[in-house]
């Protein structure tokens, strides 16, 4: 069983009355994935509300030829897969541990009682699904309006921490939307470039300010 603690760890949660708090933390299981096991997959029924404690989760879509878009990367104190229980169609997304996760899960059944039950929680759903909203907008305007180098920039700078992106070619490539060949190339003029330095399964960012004017590009 979750406790009230646990919960005000997670943004979503944490504004929450303490009656609200602890009558949620009652329902919530833990659910523990190993690396590269899938939560959900596309297509398929959603359980419940997931909120990360630990670890990394990716959403994607595949496409029919195996191409994979990725989504959005989760971590600890999110949320992910809100859409199908208000709508009641199938997950539109899959969504893959990357690392040991940990996750608290509040079944579909339990989230609907709550929400009747408190207010409060009903308008941390809403702000989340409207978070979303913005989320995916973003990502189509990504897609349709910057090119794989001004995308590949953005992933950059999203992702490092202490001036190094942990990511293989592979993963940036599907987290900008193209496929590795070209997104091998476009990092590498941007080395070229002395705007970030190429390691193996990472790449070291060497000038911000660089990747933020190609960006705008």
Do not use: W
């Amino acid at each position: 069983m979750s406790t009230t603690n646990d919960l005000r760890g997670i943004p979503l949660l944490a504004s929450l009355d303490t009656p609200t708090l602890a009558d949620t933390a009652r329902r919530m299981r833990h659910c523990t994935y190993r690396p590269g096991q899938y939560i959900l997959i596309a297509g398929e029924q959603a359980p419940g509300l997931f909120f990360v404690l630990q670890g990394k989760v990716r959403l994607s879509r595949t496409a029919p030829d195996g191409r994979e878009q990725v989504l959005a990367m989760i971590g600890p104190g999110e949320p992910f897969d809100p859409v199908p229980l208000f709508d009641g169609g199938p997950n539109p997304s899959s969504a893959r541990a990357m690392s040991p996760v940990r996750c608290l899960l509040l079944l579909r059944e339990d989230l609907l009682v709550l929400i009747e039950r408190h207010p409060g929680l009903a308008f941390s759903m809403l702000g989340l699904m409207a978070s979303k909203v913005r989320e995916l907008a973003g990502l189509v305007e990504d897609l349709a309006f910057r090119t794989v180098r001004a995308r590949l920039a953005r992933q950059l700078l999203a992702e490092a921490a202490e001036g190094s992106a942990d990511l293989t070619h592979q993963e940036l490539a599907e987290r900008a939307g193209t496929i590795r060949e070209i997104a091998g190339r476009a990092l590498r003029r941007l080395a070229e470039e002395g705007l970030v330095r190429l390691e193996r399964g990472r790449v070291i960012v060497l000038d911000p300010e660089g990747l933020t004017k190609v960006i705008e590009e």
